[in-house]
């Protein structure tokens, strides 16, 4: 590529950094095609000296325009643009804007190389495994086979089996939901459940509304249905109330999709006065609103709350939750307990997608219920679930460099850490920490738009102190050598 195909002009007394100058004027090059596929871009090193800005805000900008699917780098050849423009006919149904597409993509790429043997991951959902109830699960299956023979390996109703839908009944009872029995419906997992309500309250090229950063299972469901997906930014309360108020007058969203306790990514717990205006807001402009409650029992610390259901007087809340996260995530048995004016429609979606949730699994998970095994592990994560999380704190303190900014979870499974802003991104710190074998997850990953450049999640939840304590150290390590690489010191970065 000559110089002079790339036009560049840095404003320095604008608030946006200048890396993210640098990136949206190159992707707007790219997208007009005045940067055409195969082009290539000068090295950082003298794209740096030309513009006279340091290496790393080069680095930083080509790193994210390569997760974003602009770029690539060939070793030793140099970074070319690799976007093609990719049309839509302009009635086809709306769709996430590519770029989104293609950086959400190239993440997910990169995060595939986690799964390598004998890393440290920290990038899972799971809960803690060595504490799966295995030996109670073979127990119960024995049981309900001796007990039940073929029925339980018939197709179930498709609203669930009848014992495991009243002992989900009472217990939603317990934390204030007023509930009756054909408001609950068993579902594969909460997964299952978003996809469900999706299904039925939106149509594509309808808006869901949810907090940016927010679970990546739902931006996944959102792209499958076509829907598109609006992000709104959250405070250490969570989802701002003012920022949903302002766009839902213009955006019509058919769908506010939250997580009050324990968010993921973040691990924000949504206190009582924003669940109240949140109801509140959904109430006046009569938009439903999903919250998904998987982490709710994962409190170690502070009072328990109640879920937006039990606060809502006009049958706007839907809740989910699921047996997955707190007891075994590979028997697929969750619920939703919505209401009169979403029930048939949610069970007839529901029949159509599987007909019926395996009704021995449903079955066992009931048994496991009744003998306690849940209250049980409860208890063993919260004890456990603290320890890591006070081990996870002291590890980021000692290894993660200063700039860096994270809160103390009151449960749930995740450190949400934001790395330095004028350092390396976290793909980039993603890949120089795999070569010292330990994996986070990325946080633009969690974004519907833009976002996270800077930020990893870590599940603490799934490792022993020691471990933790090793992998934030090599996190750290890999983060000061690429920051020293890359000319941190000299970009006034603290090592
Ligand atoms: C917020 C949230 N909702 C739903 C799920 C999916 O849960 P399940 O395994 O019950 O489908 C996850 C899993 O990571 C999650 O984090």
């Not at 050849?77 to 690799?82: A, D, H, K, L, S």
């Not at 063993?380 to 993660?400: G, K, S």
Request: glycine share 8%; hydrophobic share 40%; charged share 25%.
């Amino acid at each position: 590529m000559s110089k002079d195909s790339l036009s560049v002009e840095l404003q320095r007394d604008s608030e946006t950094p200048l890396y993210r100058q640098l990136i949206a004027q190159i992707r707007e090059q790219i997208e007009s095609g005045a940067l055409p596929a195969g082009s290539r871009l000068p090295p950082s090193r003298a794209l740096a000296g030309r513009l006279g800005i340091s290496r790393i805000s080069v680095v930083n900008a080509y790193s994210e325009l390569r997760a974003a699917g602009y770029l690539s780098a060939r070793a030793g050849r140099g970074t070319f643009v690799v976007r093609k423009r990719d049309a839509a006919p302009a009635d086809a149904p709306p769709r996430p804007p590519p770029a989104d597409r293609q950086r959400a993509a190239s993440i997910r790429d990169m995060m595939r190389l986690a799964r390598k043997p004998g890393v440290i991951d920290f990038s899972s959902g799971s809960p803690p495994s060595e504490f799966f109830p295995v030996r109670y699960l073979q127990d119960a299956l024995n049981q309900v086979i001796d007990r039940d023979g073929a029925a339980a390996l018939s197709y179930e109703a498709a609203e669930g089996y009848l014992p495991l839908r009243s002992a989900v009944r009472d217990y939603v009872r317990a934390i204030g939901i007023q509930c009756r029995l054909g408001d609950v419906l068993i579902t594969g997992g909460a997964q299952q459940a978003i996809d469900l309500v999706l299904q039925s309250l939106l149509s594509p090229g309808d808006t869901l509304v949810t907090a940016d950063p927010t679970y990546l299972g739902v931006i996944d469901i959102a792209q499958a249905r076509r829907v598109h997906i609006h992000g709104i930014p959250i405070d250490q309360d969570g989802i701002r109330i003012d920022a949903l108020d302002a766009i839902i007058g213009d955006l019509r969203p058919r769908l506010i999709y939250v997580m009050p306790s324990y968010q993921n990514p973040t691990g924000h717990l949504m206190p009582m006065h924003r669940r109240r205006q949140l109801v509140r807001l959904a109430a006046r402009h009569g938009v439903p609103v999903l919250e998904d409650e998987v982490y709710r029992e994962f409190r170690f610390e502070g009072d328990e709350l109640p879920p937006l259901k039990a606060l809502d007087d006009s049958g706007v809340v839907i809740h989910t939750n699921a047996f997955t996260k707190v007891l075994l995530p590979g028997i697929r048995i969750g619920y939703l307990i919505a209401g009169d004016a979403y029930n048939e429609r949610l069970s007839r979606v529901k029949q159509a997608a599987d007909i019926s949730t395996s009704g021995l699994h449903q079955r066992a998970i009931h048994l496991l219920l009744e003998r306690g095994v849940l209250a049980q592990q409860l208890e063993r994560n919260r004890i456990e679930l603290r320890r890591r999380r006070v081990a996870a704190l002291a590890a980021a303190q000692r290894y993660f460099p200063l700039g860096s900014k994270w809160f103390s979870p009151q449960g749930g499974l995740y450190l949400w850490v934001e790395l330095p802003e004028r350092g390396p991104s976290a793909a980039e710190t993603f890949i120089a920490a795999l070569q010292r074998d330990v994996a986070f997850a990325i946080g633009g990953l969690f974004y519907s738009g833009d976002g996270g450049s800077h930020a990893m999640r870590l599940n603490f939840g799934i490792h022993r102190p020691a471990a933790i304590d090793e992998g934030f150290a090599r996190i750290g390590a890999a983060w000061r050598a690429l920051a020293a690489d890359i000319g941190g010191v000299e970009a006034g970065l603290v090592l």
